[in-house]
């Protein structure tokens, strides 16, 4: 089965620098899809956080909590889209960050207000999950230029990385393909993203990989 047939919803992810907000966007403009974005700027206590983790952590959670449940309020599993979809997050990991930034009580309310949300995300046709060497990253992130993400680690992204390869290595929940990005430029090379869509057209078993550019 083609997984770019019949109204997709694609989720893309992965750690801070992998490049999936850039992705997200260049699928759905090639699929003439709807696209939802987490909108990490739009979050007031960001900055704060990178400059104070520990104090800012909570409320940097929550917001990009609500944010992400607000988003995906009136999507149900059963319901038939309109519209191809394509987000570049993927609400079932945002679990992930609480329990790395939180202390153990934040974290219980944390897991408190999650559950009582009663989040209901559709599963999507296909997850992308990018992911690279910490220190490729780093080198990302610094070069796109964001002042308050000057403050990120390696030793913060290396801990990210890891919890992402845990969490996605258990992950069933829908097709995943899994990426790696070292070497691909989905943006700017024509070529590298015809790679991509066509291992996505051609996908027949619920986990593959993508690892080198030709």
Not at 105 to 112: A, H, I, P, T
């Amino acid at each position: 089965m083609n997984l770019l047939e019949n109204t997709p919803y694609i989720a893309v992810e992965g750690p801070i620098g992998a490049g999936k907000t850039s992705l997200a966007i260049r699928i759905a403009r090639y699929l003439d899809a709807e696209l939802l974005l987490e909108n990490a700027e739009d979050n007031p206590f960001l900055a704060r956080f990178y400059q104070d983790p520990k104090r800012h952590a909570l409320a940097t959670q929550l917001f990009f909590l609500f944010q992400r449940s607000g988003q995906v309020h009136g999507l149900r599993q059963n319901d038939l889209f309109r519209q191809a979809l394509v987000a570049d997050f993927l609400l079932d990991k945002d679990p992930l960050f609480a329990e790395i930034n939180l202390d153990d009580e934040e974290f219980r309310l944390y897991q408190k207000i999650y559950s009582e949300l009663h989040l209901q995300a559709p599963i999507p046709t296909l997850v992308i999950y990018l992911q690279a060497k910490p220190s490729v990253l780093i080198n990302r992130i610094r070069r796109r230029g964001i002042a308050h993400e000057n403050t990120i680690s390696t030793d913060y992204l290396e801990l990210l990385s890891e919890r992402y390869a845990r969490y996605f290595h258990r992950y069933d929940a829908a097709p995943l393909l899994i990426v790696n990005c070292e070497q691909f430029n989905f943006v700017d090379n024509d070529e590298h993203f015809a790679l991509l869509m066509q291992q996505i057209a051609d996908m027949r078993s619920p986990r593959e990989f993508l690892n080198q550019a030709t």
